[in-house]
Each structure stands twice: as C-alpha cells, then as structure tokens.
C-alpha cells in the first residue's frame, strides 16, 4: 500500500508537471491571501469611480486603486468602465468598455475575496441617490488631505449612503497610500478574459514556430528538421518592449530636461546593441518588437539587429490579422500576455506597461522560490534597456516589493536591482 501511494504521487507530480508546461498560464493554487485578509467586506455599500482612461497599465493601476479606495471605506467597488481607445485629453472621445469584457470578473472575486470586493449595477437597491465626493486636485490638495477625505468618509453621515460617487479625475492621477504588495495582491487577481489568452497563445505559437524553423536550419545544416508541437512550445524567445513610438519620445524627452537625467529615452541603436550584449543567449533566438502600431513612425525597427538574433513585429510575424481586429486595448492585453510569458524579457524602466510585465514576471519567480536573478538563468529573466548593465547590456530587473507606494512602477525609476526586496511582514500572504 505504501509503494503504491509513493507511485500514485509521482505519477501526479509529473502530469503537474508537463501540464503546467504546457499551460503556463495557468495557476493551480489560488494565492493564500484570504488568510490575512479581513473578515468580510460590506457588499450593501458601494463604491463608484469615474470611467478608467489611458493605456493598458495605467487603467489597471486606476482599477488597483479604486479597488484600494474600496477597500479603505469598507465597501463593494461597482464595476468600472475601461476605455478601449488610447486618449489623454479629449474625454469625450473615449470608448467605454465594460470591465467583464477584458477580465474575468468571476474569477477576480473568487481569488481577492476577502480582500477586495467588486459588484455590478444590477446589485443595487437604489433606495437613496448617490452621495457625490469631489476629489480635489493640484498642489495644494495633498496625499494627506486626500487620506483625510476618505477616513472623513467612513465617520459621518456619507456612509450612511448605498453609493459613494467619486467625481472630477481618473483614478490613475488619485494619490497613492498603498505599499507594492497591496497592488501585487489585485494584479494576481486579475485575468484577461479566455478570448485575450487564446489570442495571445495563439501569437506565442508563431514565435516559438519562427523560432524552431530557424534552429532547424542552422542545426541542420539547412535541412529541416522534423519537430513536434512539445518540442516548438519549449522553443525560447526574446520580448523587447520597444518604446520608440512619437508620444513616448515626446514624453520622456521633456522629463530628461525636467528631471536632469539622461537614463529614459533610448534610441533603436541603443536597444539592439544592449539587447545583443544579453549574456548568455543561445543564438539564433526570435526577439518579438512589442511596439504600439498606431503611434510608430519609425518603420526601421527590423533593421539593425546583429546576426543570429532574428526580429519580428506582427506584420512579419503573420499575426497583424489577430491584433487588427480589436481595439488598442485589447491589442495591447495580448502584447502583455506575450511579454509576460517570454523567456527573456527587455523593456523600459520608466514605462508602465513595462514595470507592470515586470512586476508578473517577479511573482513568477516568487512562486518557484527565486528572489534573485543577478548572473542566475532562471528562465523568466527582465531587462531594463535603458540603464546600462553587465558587459554593456542591460540592466538586470526585478520589481521592488519592499515600496511603500506605486510610485516607482506608476512614473518609472532609474534605481532597479536584480534581487527582490521585501518586507516579510507584507508578504507572507504570498510565501
């Protein structure tokens, strides 16, 4: 009996094991957050914020937020609108997208439950009309004010009120008052919805196929090799998030000046040649552009790459077809998924979208017991192009989850590390 139950166990560690493989983006065990969490939270009182704008990450960090805010005020936050086109100024020009139709909202309240807590519309008694709360903005309304506002909140007669309104800002520009690992804990809350990962399986496929019939070439001396679908799904690619788009050199060129720094821009020629300086990489190796299409005016980014590292976008790839067919932000939710599912990963470590696959990454590499990645081939390995590391590549990159604010992952650093820092006493929930 007992060798049978030593058998029985292996013969289960091994198809975990070849199916986690096969579906890494797959978890099979909830993060045990609901341990450290609090009792209940009141699903009779509600929270409304206004419609969630900008990029991918940034609405997702506006979401933790709200989400945060919810939690604060011990309420149930009601399901907010995204924004699937990409508008900084013209409000009215954003189309909303509901919530349900880029996460999965069932699944988003089974893993924070306990935590955070989100609600529809239809839940509503409407017996009392909502009560208004008017953020405040510019210098003088501060990070203390803000906290002040929301305590106030929860003590007078406001919270006698179904729903609390917020009105006047998108909740990406409201103060932050939450460590790292708060957020960490809504981010491993969230999932695209199955349409987005089969979408974005299906662009991981075509990667992984280039890569394999480049290595049958150079391995085989030209002759194709015979390879089966296991064997191309083990095939390593590169992922380079390639900021190099008009509204991003704009942007981060008017920061250099104003935060005298010389760390945020990077042109292509410095991307390729810090990318080629990834020691060690086995060669010849696809390197996926990450790059938002719409805003690119450099139709060069193929070009200049050094021998053996083989550059797609999605037109050479053959997958423009899959992304044209959506809106900007669903594009760039399959662009997350491929970037954060990469082997080696590079981006910029003042972008958002960046910061955010790499904070994904850094909880991958939590869940297998790796907290350090200098000099260490973990397999999950992030770069930052645009600070320069080891033998002229760059900088090794790890998210830093012992920050008492999103600061650094909302507007970027120059100070990054390839080991994780953490306050154990906000993590245990995680380890």
């Not at 296991?230 to 000046?257: F, G, N, T």
């Not at 292509?268 to 300086?277: D, F, G, L, Q």
């Not at 910029?348 to 790796?370: A, C, D, P, W, Y």
């Not at 080891?390 to 992952?409: E, F, M, R, V």
């Amino acid at each position: 009996m007992v060798w049978k139950c030593i058998i029985l166990a292996f013969i289960l560690l091994v198809l975990r094991t070849v199916i986690l493989d096969a579906f890494p983006g797959i978890y099979w065990t909830a993060p045990s957050t609901t341990l450290a969490f609090q009792a209940s939270l009141r699903k009779d009182k509600y929270l409304e914020v206004p419609q969630i704008a900008w990029g991918l990450n940034n609405q997702k960090i506006a979401f933790a937020r709200a989400c945060l805010t919810a939690r604060l005020l011990n309420r149930t936050l009601l399901m907010p609108s995204l924004s699937t086109s990409l508008s900084y100024k013209e409000v009215e020009l954003l189309q909303p997208i509901a919530f349900d139709k880029i996460f999965q909202f069932e699944r988003f309240n089974s893993i924070c439950n306990g935590f955070v807590q989100l609600g529809r519309y239809s839940d509503l008694l409407n017996q009392t009309k909502p009560f208004e709360l008017q953020k405040g903005s510019g210098r003088k309304w501060t990070k203390e004010r803000d906290l002040y506002q929301l305590e106030q909140c929860k003590e007078d007669s406001s919270d006698k009120f179904e729903v609390i309104r917020i009105v006047g800002k998108n909740p990406f520009l409201w103060h932050d008052h939450w460590p790292v690992t708060d957020y960490a804990k809504i981010f491993e809350c969230l999932s695209f919805v199955e349409e987005i990962e089969e979408e974005a399986a299906r662009v991981i496929s075509k990667i992984r196929e280039a890569g394999a019939e480049a290595r049958s070439k150079t391995f085989a001396h030209g002759r194709k090799l015979v390879t089966s679908g296991s064997s191309i799904q083990s095939v390593p690619y590169i992922a380079v998030h390639m900021r190099v788009e008009k509204d991003w050199m704009i942007h981060c060129k008017k920061l250099e000046r104003r935060l005298n720094i010389n760390q945020m821009c990077s042109s292509k020629a410095e991307i390729t040649e810090r990318v080629a300086n990834i020691h060690p990489l086995q060669k010849p190796i696809v390197v996926y552009l990450a790059v938002a299409d719409s805003l690119l005016e450099d139709n060069s980014i193929l070009s200049g790459w050094q021998q053996g590292l083989l550059p797609f976008d999605k037109k050479k790839l053959g997958v423009w077809d899959i992304y044209k067919k959506y809106p900007y932000l669903i594009q760039s939710a399959i662009d997350y998924e491929v970037c954060l599912r990469a082997d080696v990963f590079v981006g910029n470590s003042f972008s958002t979208f960046s910061s955010l696959v790499v904070l994904g990454r850094t909880l991958k590499l939590m869940k297998i017991g790796v907290t350090r990645s200098c000099g260490v081939e973990t397999g999950l390995a992030s770069y930052a192009y645009n600070i320069i590391g080891k033998h002229s590549g760059p900088q090794s990159w790890i998210t830093d989850l012992s920050a008492s604010s999103l600061h650094s992952i909302s507007y970027g650093t120059n100070n990054i590390s390839c080991e994780v820092k953490l306050l154990q006493s906000n993590w245990q929930w995680r380890i």
